[in-house]
């Protein structure tokens, strides 16, 4: 190692001048990194934001409670009349009077409009003509039927006491035969009368009959000519009873629909006449929905501000295709009369399908819409902190909370559009009002 050849007294001297260097070059590099300190904090200061203070001062709060929820299916339905006839008359004719109006209310029987057709009094006319000639053709035949079977059992009458006038002269010849009194030609000739009386009897008898038996067919003709008459004439009778055409059943006039003319044909659909005692909700629901329920299940039909008890009756074995996609037909029976609901009318129905019983609530507020139902905030003393939560089913004033709150817990519900970017407010308790 090789020494410096400079003097002692001058290296002295170069390390006492270097000594005072080094110290101020420490200083400027402490100074420096101190400035650099102080501008890096400033900055942060003056450009980093700082942690946002909210105060709280008005606010809505309420506590977490229990309550049953009834999950529901809300299907749009139509009210429909499960009873409804078409007012239409049985005979043609003119209508000549019109004694009921649309939205009156009838009971069964009540007349509801009359009917005169020229051809049917005619025809009944006839018939009451042909009845009345048949029934005295039948008084004529009577009386000549009478005369001429009392003429034929005359003519038997007679016929027999010749036979017994012969038989008895016979008698007579053969006594005065016996004792040689006549010859036994005299006793022939008497025995040939007796025969011919025999004969004379036989053949007015058959007379007789045969008489009785043209009669017999000659009134049952008559009679049957009499049945077809009293039947035209009842017929004819039942036409013009059908002049009036009566209500079915008590109900209400739904609709008329009345010609200009007033001439209407038989069976022309001139109205409807509903029984709105009972009425039925039809609900179109899509298949996979109507899996969810079935015969039997309990619904709520409303209609505005009032509600009716029913319960599914129907669902329809099989889908419809329509213009929205596959429905299920659903018929649902009210509970109860409802003639106050009008027909066809649009009803919302919840048909109950799950009770969810003891679930944890909160009433419903501003904070549903404000927190995007995805939080909220809880009060812990004089703070609220914004914590998830999971709700579930809306049921009137309240709301189902499924996750993220416990029974008791007191929550802002409120709205929390000036504050909801934060996840910890500071709040006033005498500001708060309990709901």
């Known amino acids: 190692m090789s020494e410096s050849i400079l003097p002692e007294r001058l290296r002295n001297q170069q390390q006492k001048r270097k000594a005072p260097g080094r110290m101020r070059q420490l200083s400027l590099t402490v100074f420096t990194l101190a400035a650099i300190g102080v501008i890096a904090f400033g900055a942060y200061y003056f450009f980093f934001p ?42 043609g004719g003119t209508i000549e009077e019109v004694f009921v109006q649309e939205g009156q209310d009838v009971a069964a029987g009540d007349p509801l409009l009359r009917l005169y057709s020229a051809e049917i009094v005619s025809e009944k006319n006839a018939a009451e003509t042909e009845l009345s000639e048949a029934r005295a053709k039948l008084a004529e035949m009577g009386i000549l039927q009478e005369k001429e079977q009392e003429t034929e059992r005359l003519k038997v009458l007679e016929a027999k006491e010749k036979l017994a006038a012969a038989e008895r002269d016979l008698e007579l010849q053969k006594t005065l035969y016996e004792y040689g009194s006549i010859p036994r030609v005299e006793l022939e000739r008497a025995e040939q009368a007796v025969e011919a009386a025999k004969r004379l009897v036989t053949q007015s008898e058959w007379e007789l009959e045969l008489l009785l038996r043209k009669h017999e067919a000659d009134l049952a003709a008559i009679t049957k000519s009499i049945a077809i008459s009293e039947e035209k004439l009842a017929k004819a009778q039942e036409n013009t009873d059908n002049f009036l055409v009566r209500a079915a059943f008590d109900g209400r006039i739904l609709s008329l629909k009345l010609p200009n003319n007033r001439v209407v044909t038989a069976h022309q659909e001139l109205g409807e006449l509903a029984d709105l005692r009972r009425q039925v909700v039809q609900l179109q629901v899509p298949p996979g929905q109507a899996q969810r329920f079935g015969v039997g299940s309990a619904v709520t039909v409303s209609l505005g501000q009032t509600s009716y008890a029913g319960e599914v009756t129907y669902i329809a074995p099989q889908a419809q295709q329509g213009n929205d996609g596959p429905t299920v037909l659903v018929r649902v029976d009210f509970l109860e009369e409802v003639p106050q609901l009008r027909p066809n009318s649009s009803v919302t129905a919840d048909i109950h399908l799950h009770l969810h019983k003891d679930s944890l ?69 005498e500001g708060g009002h309990a709901l």
């Open 50 to 91: 700082k942690q946002e203070q909210f105060v709280l001062n008005f606010y809505t709060y309420a506590a977490v409670d229990m309550q049953d929820f009834l999950e529901t299916l809300t299907v749009k339905g139509t009210v429909v009349p499960e009873q409804v006839a078409v007012i239409t008359p049985r005979v």
């Open 361 to 429: 609530y909160l009433p419903r507020g501003a904070y549903l819409t404000s927190g995007q139902q995805l939080f909220v905030y809880v009060i812990e003393g004089n703070r609220a902190k914004k914590r998830e939560v999971q709700f579930g089913l809306l049921q009137g004033n309240s709301v189902q909370i499924l996750r993220g709150l416990e029974l008791g817990e007191q929550v802002i519900i409120s709205t929390y559009d000036a504050f909801r970017h934060l996840d910890e407010i500071q709040i006033l308790p």
